[in-house]
């Protein structure tokens, strides 16, 4: 199987890496600078799952020629036009894709482009970065990823996607409805990243103040009505599992794009993440007052730091 990995940073450089220990043949699609880098160091990789440090094979965009049996998108969000127009030479008749990618308009997009039926869906819980060192550390021992086909003609290449990923170390999962595990990770995120932004402070910080837990609840019902409305319905299992994440006050958890804007961050993830959200609620009449205000901070950001680059 042949995988072209588009990005080599954090998520794309550790799903990369397992793939190669899992015997697949991998190259990843990289900007000049990172391509420099991989080239002179290789790809290297601290994980209490097994580390990883060696040779990779990486390419730019002009060199690609041939299909690729799978595409595996690990960019971030507002990337996705950029790295559409990027992998147009590697989609042959028989390819996927396979986006790690936050939020479900992205599905949108790629469906509009290529299909429903060559689109499959991907979800990671994992806590990774990228160093200024070049190295990717992968923090703890979470690390589930979760595959399927969301027609019945990409089931085949999700099954064996899945058979790939088994061979790496986590919890690897075949879900027969990805849909609805996109919908329950888009949840928990926007859920946690309105309030990690909002607040400037993680789950257990939240969770100390007067009205922590009172909002955070609030921020979970909206978007899980969100979810209700556009037909995906959270089980009581589901939504034990939410609220174990966001209502534990010994969490240290906060979204990366909480982690992106304490850095000062140029750009980020709130049209993906919040902002469709938001859309999305709106179409169906529902009143989502904290997704209103957490975009609309958002906004404000972003508007200020365009500001501070022109």
């Known amino acids: 199987m042949r995988i072209l990995i588009v990005g080599a940073g954090a998520i794309g450089g550790y799903y990369g890496s397992r793939f190669l220990q899992a015997g697949a043949d991998v190259t990843f699609l990289v900007r000049p600078g990172r391509r420099a880098r991989l080239d002179a160091d290789g790809l290297s990789v601290r994980s209490d799952l097994g580390d990883f440090d060696g040779p990779v094979n990486s390419i730019s965009s002009d060199e690609l020629k041939t299909p690729f049996d799978v595409i595996v998108l690990s960019c971030k969000a507002y990337d996705l036009d950029a790295a559409i127009q990027d992998i147009r030479p590697a989609v042959g008749p028989d390819s996927?894709?396979?986006?790690?990618?936050?939020?479900?308009?992205?599905?949108?997009?790629?469906?509009?482009?290529?299909?429903r039926d060559?689109?499959?869906?991907?979800?990671?819980?994992?806590?990774?970065?990228?160093?200024?060192?070049?190295?990717?550390?992968?923090?703890?021992t979470n690390d589930v990823v979760v595959v399927g086909a969301r027609s019945a003609a990409g089931e085949p290449q999700a099954a064996a996607l899945h058979a790939l990923f088994a061979r790496s170390a986590g919890l690897r999962s075949h879900a027969s409805d990805i849909v609805h595990a996109l919908w329950n990770?888009?949840?928990?995120?926007?859920?946690?990243?309105?309030?990690?932004?909002?607040?400037?402070?993680?789950?257990?910080?939240?969770?100390a103040s007067r009205d922590g837990e009172r909002l955070m609840r609030q921020a979970m019902s909206e978007c899980r009505n969100v979810a209700q409305a556009e037909g995906i319905a959270l089980s009581t299992a589901d939504v034990e599992k939410l609220e174990a994440r966001l209502l534990d006050r010994g969490s240290g958890w906060a979204a990366s794009m909480m982690r992106d804007i304490a850095q000062g961050a140029h750009r980020i993830e709130a049209d993906a993440i919040v902002g469709d959200m938001l859309d999305r609620a709106?179409?169906?009449?529902?009143?989502?007052?904290?997704?209103?205000?957490?975009?609309?901070?958002?906004?404000?950001?972003?508007?200020?730091?365009?500001?501070?680059?022109?």
């Open 96 to 115: 996927v894709i396979l986006p790690f990618l936050n939020g479900l308009g992205v599905y949108d997009r790629l469906d509009a482009e290529f299909g």
């Open 118 to 140: 060559r689109v499959l869906g991907g979800v990671a819980y994992i806590a990774v970065t990228l160093g200024s060192d070049g190295v990717n550390r992968h923090a703890g």
């Open 185 to 207: 990770k888009w949840v928990m995120l926007a859920s946690g990243a309105m309030m990690n932004c909002l607040m400037r402070g993680t789950v257990a910080d939240i969770l």
């Open 282 to 310: 709106e179409r169906h009449g529902l009143d989502v007052p904290l997704l209103r205000t957490a975009f609309c901070h958002l906004q404000v950001y972003e508007k200020q730091n365009r500001r501070k680059t022109e």
